[in-house]
């Protein structure tokens, strides 16, 4: 028999399945804060409930936890960058961030990703398995508990691509924002996608109040499929379509990613390009000079490049910022720690470890 995952259940399901066992319809609730508002690893510290029914938990389930594997800490501002063990010796990257409003967290949702952008260092090393929800939820957990500090928002832009991976992301978003649970409500939740126009339609019914960001970095086909291969099969104007629908239908505006990649999509043609194509949309445009991941050819652009390319935004009215960069000594974007540990490259940068 398998090990059931208990921690990917709601405490609705909990309550269900323990009512089977006899257990009165409370225990579900009981189980269910232990798991994720304490954040036991083990049935045995779950002190209030009585030792059969500990024994009985742990002979049926596991609770998924992820393992501090390595540390770096930025040296500039503090941003922790985690490499993460999973149970079977997979690993994942989590970047633990501290802003004037709270603290971030940006979590990984795969192992691996399988849409192969060419400027990202997690789709050069391709695709291994999903994350259950308890492992995204492990993943909080392990930052908080090593960091002492309390997660306040939550971005799904570490590794892998959310809306794949559609039903675990689901689940983990309803277990996060639960009152009962760690209680971080949709609204401090971004979940960034490459655009697997599908699934966005999709994510619309379920009309969350999360905020969606959507990995656009150009402003035509010509452009997008040079280093998106999922363009080839939902194109720039079937992603807009979908955009524009989804932020219709929930009030939500849409953060639009651009990595200004110099030479290739940062002209004043891609911008006034762009400012037409987004025109009229609730939308914001966030900016991010490209990270020039080991081994590609890319390059940020200029800081004048951007400047420019956020003012002609701005002119015709299409909200734009250029991101800080945090963590920029420690290559905290995420796939670039789990690519060099496969390549066995010893990592130098700040590793403290407890
Ligand atoms: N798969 C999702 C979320 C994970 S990637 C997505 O693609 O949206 C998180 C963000 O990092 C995306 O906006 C992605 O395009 C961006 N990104 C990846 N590699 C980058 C790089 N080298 N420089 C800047 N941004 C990068
Ligand atoms: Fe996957 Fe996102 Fe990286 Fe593209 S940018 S390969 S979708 S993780």
Request: a positive charge; aromatic letters at 6%.
């Amino acid at each position: 028999m398998s090990l059931q995952d208990i921690k990917s259940k709601t405490k609705e399901e909990l309550q269900e399945w323990l009512k089977e066992w006899g257990q009165p319809a409370y225990r579900g609730g009981q189980v269910f804060r232990w798991l994720h508002q304490v954040g036991v690893e083990s049935f045995e510290e779950m002190t209030d409930l009585p030792r059969e029914l500990r024994q009985g938990l742990a002979e049926r389930c596991y609770i998924a936890s992820a393992q501090v594997s390595r540390r770096q800490v930025s040296r500039l501002d503090g941003t922790v960058k985690y490499l993460f063990r999973l149970f079977d010796g997979e690993h994942v990257e989590c970047v633990l961030m501290e802003y004037h409003h709270g603290v971030s967290i940006c979590i990984s949702t795969q192992v691996g990703c399988k849409m192969g952008c060419t400027f990202c260092a997690t789709g050069k090393s391709g695709f291994s398995r999903n994350l259950t929800a308890s492992e995204m939820l492990a993943q909080v957990q392990a930052a908080q508990k090593d960091s002492g500090k309390r997660v306040s928002n939550i971005v799904l832009m570490g590794m892998g691509e959310p809306l794949d991976n559609y039903d675990q992301v689901l689940r983990f978003l309803r277990l996060v924002s639960c009152g009962e649970g760690l209680n971080i409500g949709m609204r401090h939740i971004s979940l960034s996608t490459c655009g697997l126009v599908d699934k966005i339609y999709q994510l619309e019914k379920e009309r969350l109040q999360l905020t969606l960001s959507v990995s656009l970095h150009a402003p035509n086909d010509e452009i997008r499929s040079r280093t998106m291969p999922v363009n080839q099969k939902w194109n720039v104007e079937q992603l807009l379509a979908a955009c524009r629908s989804y932020a219709g239908a929930t009030g939500r505006r849409i953060s639009f990613e651009y990595a200004m990649i110099r030479g290739v999509n940062d002209s004043d043609a891609c911008a006034r390009e762009l400012a037409g194509r987004l025109e009229g949309m609730l939308c914001h445009v966030n900016l991010i000079p490209v990270n020039d991941v080991t081994g590609n050819q890319y390059r940020k652009s200029t800081v004048e490049r951007q400047k420019r390319f956020v003012s002609i935004l701005e002119r015709k009215g299409i909200p734009a910022t250029v991101r800080r960069t945090l963590g920029s000594d420690i290559d905290a974007s995420c796939g670039q720690l789990r690519r060099r540990a496969e390549e066995g490259e010893a990592i130098h940068a700040v590793v403290r470890q407890k």
